[in-house]
């Protein structure tokens, strides 16, 4: 264990320098008996720290030469602006627009940058199919039987000793299943709310939370959110007396990609434990970082029971499996009731499933092979867009999850773009799906879960090309 955190440790010195501009892109490495002698370590344990950073395309190996500095977190575009606190009444959800991109894509023949869910090719299809059969068989009835409302006792647990990852004090009796984290979401909501109630979000902000919350009668206040370290505090105090709950994706956000730092967490927990206000965390991505560890949610410093925190395996193992879970804190009673006078039971096969995949270290080993495909994706990305796109284009610089958040010319209508873009074969989500007020209207969300091959390049200059003729 401590050889594992030595290695580490030196990979996120490295990694700290490259990302400082001490060590500059293309510059050489020291070899490795050099960083040997440095930190007085074995020979192996710097191999393995710099196959650490290899595998994140931070530094790349060059024959007979040695190590070097690959293009990784060096780019000349500057990151997306952040918007201002609306507190105004008039707003308006775009449910033609996401309609519209929702209609293509089913389309074969488009290139999607537009879903945000990861390409079948990185997800372990045939190990989850051994596992249906496995269940099929063990299971008493086959699985068609009902579970408690509360959820599958094996899930349950696993969740649970998965929370370990994020210094997690949960049990099995702390999670209550759910179908995927949008419904999750949609009990918390409704656990803690009732219409007329005001939510605080993101903003930019998923456009499914947003269309949910609006559909339960609730109202929406939309606080200012950093690209890299997500919500203002200082705008979250500001509306605290005006709402009953908020509703946060702290690592990772769709489509910011933003990552709240650790004291952040801690004060909003403190401000809503403060005045009671409840927190519903969703923590879809948390899984899917680029670093050395996962970041903790809030719920890892939540003492009062006011943090709901929300998950599943739709982003990361089997989207149509709809597999999720919630641990409620103090409101887990009322959200078992809610969730009995909804739906019941929660289907029982794939729920063992996902837990075999859990207990058995398979889900981890997936996951370390799955995030290293995702960065180098998001660093071939990266490059695509600096060299093809305008120069003025700003971007997101996520450290986890697989979505990119664009900022292009104000004289940009990403909306307009993406009736062009369609004749093209190309989908990508305008900006203006992800909010209620009239912003983000020169601003595009991009999926890189998605297979790098010679399309996808060719298809992101293309759109690169499109926007420079729009100019």
Not at 398 to 412: H, N, R, S, T
């Amino acid at each position: 264990m401590s050889k594992e955190i030595l290695y580490l440790k030196i990979a996120k010195i490295i990694e700290e320098q490259i990302a400082a501009g001490t060590l500059k892109t293309g510059e050489k490495l020291p070899s490795i008996r050099t960083v040997q002698k440095i930190y007085n370590v074995s020979i192996n344990t710097v191999k393995q720290a710099f196959l650490e950073l290899e595998s994140k395309s931070l530094i790349e190996s060059r024959p007979k030469s040695g190590y070097y500095v690959s293009r990784a977190f060096n780019t000349r575009l500057a990151l997306p602006s952040i918007n201002k606190l609306h507190l105004s009444d008039k707003e308006k959800t775009p449910e033609d627009l996401i309609g519209k991109v929702f209609n293509t894509l089913t389309n074969k023949d488009f290139t999607q940058f537009s879903l945000g869910v990861v390409d079948k090719s990185m997800l372990p299809i045939a190990k989850l199919n051994k596992g249906i059969v496995k269940m099929l068989r063990n299971l008493e009835d086959s699985g068609t039987g009902y579970e408690p409302a509360q959820g599958n006792i094996n899930l349950r647990r696993n969740i649970a000793k998965w929370s370990f990852t994020w210094d997690g004090h949960l049990t099995e009796d702390d999670i209550v299943t759910t179908s995927g984290a949008l419904n999750a979401l949609f009990y918390s909501l409704i656990t803690v709310t009732n219409p007329g109630d005001t939510v605080a979000i993101e903003s930019p902000v998923y456009f499914g939370i947003l269309q949910m919350i609006k559909s339960l009668g609730l109202n929406i206040i939309e606080l200012p959110t950093h690209p890299v370290t997500g919500v203002a505090i200082e705008d979250l105090k500001k509306v605290l007396p005006k709402i009953k709950a908020c509703c946060f994706v702290t690592n990772f956000n769709n489509p910011l990609g933003s990552c709240m730092p650790e004291e952040n967490k801690k004060e909003v927990v403190r401000l809503l434990t403060l005045h009671n206000i409840p927190l519903i965390e969703d923590d879809l991505y948390g899984d899917i970082f680029f670093g050395t560890s996962r970041p903790k949610p809030c719920k890892a410093f939540d003492e009062a029971g006011i943090v709901m925190w929300c998950g599943s395996v739709s982003k990361t193992l089997a989207p149509g499996y709809r597999v999720g879970w919630v641990a409620p804190g103090k409101f887990k009673e009322k959200t078992i009731r809610k969730k009995l006078l909804h739906t019941m039971s929660s289907p029982p096969l794939y729920q063992e499933v996902v837990a075999d995949f859990m207990e058995h270290g398979r889900y981890e080993h997936h996951l370390r092979g799955l995030r290293n495909t995702l960065y180098s994706n998001y660093l071939h990305f990266q490059r695509t867009i600096e060299a093809y796109f305008p120069e003025n284009t700003k971007i997101s610089k996520p450290q986890g999850g697989f979505v990119l958040w664009l900022e292009l010319d104000p004289k940009i209508d990403t909306a307009a773009l993406y009736d062009i873009a369609i004749q093209q074969k190309i989908g990508f989500a305008p900006g203006r799906m992800f909010t209620q007020h009239n912003q983000y209207n020169n601003c595009m969300r991009l999926n890189f879960a998605i297979k790098w091959d010679e399309k996808v390049e060719h298809s992101l200059k293309r759109l690169g090309s499109l926007i420079k003729q729009q100019l």
